[in-house]
């Protein structure tokens, strides 16, 4: 039978947002079309000297327009952007336009994926006491019946690796048969935790937060689902745990969700000129969650690409830059990086090693921000550990051009949560910059930005009000001018990010990007 879905509503004039495209920057001259560009002078130099003219004209005002042009296509659409619906067509729409107008040859390549829409999150504790808990289905979930289901509470020890749930050995024999298993975030993907756990004859999994705040995340794709999975708080989840030790808990769990196929466009866009067979990247997602309008998450890294490629645009106006570069705006990020990976993977293997490196900016104007750059050379030793070879020299020349700048910054791991993954699972060299989703800044954190301690760096995340004043310029200037700084220079000069050797010899991608594949996938 149809599952009945919320309707937007349709506006004549709901194309008029466009209007934002005079904004458009003069038509990008270039060399021969796909041809690589005359090198003028040392490639070092000149990138020097397109960096400087780009941090100058590129920042948070000219960002700002785009991001009130997306605010204005959310309100136009029902309140958010999410893939396969209209507001992210809009979206698309709007970033081709300005991007065309530049002069870029924009395409959109559509994909097919699988649309979800939540219809149900409860967790009611039945026993010992009755409560309600906050409860966030993971996307692609298998569903309840409606009505949930009622089943006692088994708790997965906590391992001391941080790997809690991820084999089989976590799970006692016939301990979690007809149970719901609860299971603490951490070492492996909520995929592998709920598949784990069914395996064990578990009926569901609550999948609790190893750090403060609410927990979202998806299992990826339907094929993946095998038991109803949600995730709640590390609060509400150690609460469960007290409960279940001092002598059992029954609960009833409903977590539904209604799933379809839908098409949706990744929007890219290359320079004319510039070598194709060293192809410098960059990108942010276009697409918001269906609470919202999805301005800082990912408004923000989508208006610093378009702002970054109009000013190139601009300043190299005759295409004279060494190296071709190619901005992506990817969609459905929010349902599981599903258009960066369908990318990646439908790239010949000859075109994947063409690719220099890829930068990802995502989330670069939370209101309580925090300055975090990928943590390539894996310095800060957690998680997933480091980015393939030249990962480590795009974390050092964000962190050092930020530092040019009165600016701290500290790593962020490479944990899976946006659309670098594929690049990384391909030995590509990746980084990028992020300024913080629902983690808690710390007081420390708070002497070296300011903001507030104890509180998350974005409190609207993937919420109604993360609109257009949900948002830091401070931040937001910041970041675009890391984006312009690595545009100007990498145009021109990727000496030094790429080349992984063994023992004096090259490493093959193949081989590169070994320790990064299966990584976690927690979005």
């Known amino acids: 039978m149809n599952v009945p879905i919320r309707k937007r509503p349709r506006r004549a004039k709901a194309l008029a947002v466009l209007a934002a495209t005079a904004l458009a920057a ?67 729409k709007y970033a081709g336009a300005v991007l065309k107008a530049a002069g870029y040859k924009v395409t959109y390549r559509n994909f097919e994926f699988t649309y979800r829409e939540t219809l149900a999150e409860k967790l009611n504790v039945l026993t010992p006491e009755q409560r309600d808990v906050p409860i966030t289905l993971m996307t692609y979930t298998k569903s309840t019946p409606v009505g949930g289901i009622e089943a006692p509470v088994a708790e997965v020890p906590v391992d001391a690796d941080g790997t809690t749930g991820c084999e089989a050995g976590d799970y006692a024999a016939g301990a979690f048969t007809g149970k719901i298993a609860l299971i603490r975030r951490g070492g492996c993907s909520f995929a592998q935790k709920q598949a784990t756990a069914a395996d064990a004859g578990a009926v569901g999994a609550v ?117 071709k570069v190619r901005f992506a705006l990817w969609s459905a990020e929010e349902l599981g990086l599903v258009g960066s990976e369908k990318y990646v993977e439908q790239l010949p293997p000859a075109e994947r090693e063409k690719i220099a490196l890829y930068l990802n900016f995502d989330m670069i104007a939370s209101p309580n921000y925090g300055l975090f750059a990928y943590d390539g050379d894996d310095s800060d030793g957690t998680g997933a550990g480091p980015g393939p070879e030249g990962s480590a020299q795009l974390e050092k020349d964000i962190v050092d051009f930020l530092a040019g700048r009165g600016l701290k910054t500290r790593g962020t791991d490479f944990d899976g949560r946006s659309d670098y993954g594929a690049f990384i ?95 976690l996938l927690v979005r």
Not at 275 to 302: Q, R
Not at 439 to 451: A, C, D, F, P, V
Request: glycine residues 16%.
């Open 26 to 92: 003069p038509l990008f001259l270039s060399t021969a079309d796909g041809g690589p560009a005359s090198a003028v002078g040392d490639p070092g130099k000149e990138g020097d000297k397109l960096a400087r003219k780009l941090v100058q004209r590129t920042g948070a005002k000219g960002a700002m327009k785009h991001m009130v042009a997306l605010q204005a296509i959310a309100r136009a659409s029902g309140g958010d952007r999410a893939a396969g619906f209209e507001g992210h067509e809009r979206s698309a």
């Open 207 to 323: 999948i609790y937060n190893n750090v403060d705040g609410a927990l979202n995340g998806t299992l990826g794709e339907p094929a993946a689902a095998r038991i109803p999975t949600g995730g709640v708080s590390k609060a509400d989840g150690e609460e469960l745990s007290s409960l279940v030790a001092k002598g059992g808990v029954t609960v009833k769990l409903e977590v539904r969700e209604h799933q379809e196929q839908r098409t949706t466009p990744n929007v890219l866009a290359e320079t004319r000129g510039g070598d194709p067979d060293n192809v410098v990247m960059l990108g942010a997602h276009l697409d918001s969650v269906s609470d919202g309008p999805g301005i800082n998450d990912n408004g923000s890294g989508t208006a610093g690409i378009l702002e970054a490629a109009r000013q190139l645009a601009k300043a190299d106006h005759k295409g004279r830059h060494a190296n």
């Open 425 to 519: 699972a391909n030995g590509i060299p990746a980084g990028g910059t992020f300024t913080g989703a629902e983690g808690i800044k710390t007081e420390e954190q708070r002497k070296l930005w300011g903001g507030k301690a104890g509180v998350a760096y974005d409190p609207c995340y993937h919420q109604a009000c993360d609109d257009i004043r949900n948002v830091s310029t401070k931040a937001l200037d910041a970041n675009v001018k890391v984006i312009a700084n690595a545009v100007g220079h990498y145009a021109w000069d990727t000496g030094g990010i790429g080349g992984a050797t063994k023992d004096g010899k090259s490493l093959s991608r193949e081989e590169s990007s070994a320790p990064y594949r299966g990584g």
